[in-house]
Each structure stands twice: as C-alpha cells, then as structure tokens.
Nanobody, 115 residues
C-alpha cells in the first residue's frame, strides 16, 4: 500500500491544520507519527479500521482528532490549539496486512507552528 500525506504548513500558535493521508488500497490500523528536529520519531495518534478504537498521545489529547473514511481510503488528522512544540515532520503509517503492524509509510509533511 502506498501512502501520501497532505496538509502540512506554517501556522501560528493557537491555530489549526488538517492533515490527510491517502492510501492506494485497503488498510487496517492507521496512525500518525511525528519527528521534531533532534528528536526521535514518536507516535501521535492511531485508529483501527472501523474507527471505533483510537489512541492519542498525552501531549495531543483534547487538541487533535483522528478520523478515517474507508470509502476514500483516507485518514485525517484535525489539529487544533497548535503549540510550537507540535512543530515536526508528520508521517502517516498504515497496516496493509492484518496483524503485521505498520508496514507502509507516507513521505512526511512538515508542520511548523510559530510562537
């Protein structure tokens, strides 16, 4: 499965952005990771295929919302109340085969939050 991420950009603190991740085919679990300069990649959010189970890192709870549209093979990340510490390259990931974990990765999209 090929993934393509969209929607990064520059926003002021307190602002909002919406990221999209389009998959070339059927996916199971999906998620977003991010990597800030000089830091390791970290998981941000995750969602199962039905959308009935989600995961949020403590740092984004209450501010970020993950959703998906399986008819469009697309996942979305709505990011509100953005903070400078949210600045990072955001990567989408997907489980292309059941039980195999994240085996497909998008190219990354840069989110920059200015103070």
């Amino acid at each position: 499965v090929q993934l393509q991420a969209f929607g990064g950009g520059l926003v002021q603190a307190g602002g909002s952005l919406r990221l999209s991740c389009a998959a070339s085919g059927r996916t199971y679990a999906m998620g977003w990771f991010r990597q800030a300069p000089g830091k390791e990649r970290e998981v941000v959010v995750g969602i199962n295929r039905s959308g009935g189970s989600t995961y949020y890192a403590d740092s984004v709870k209450g501010r970020f919302t993950i959703t998906r549209d399986n008819a469009k093979n697309t996942m979305y990340l709505e990011m509100n109340s953005l903070k400078p510490e949210d600045t990072a390259v955001y990567y989408c990931a997907a489980e292309g085969r059941v039980g195999k974990g994240y085996d497909s990765w998008g190219q990354g999209t840069l989110v920059t939050v200015s103070s």
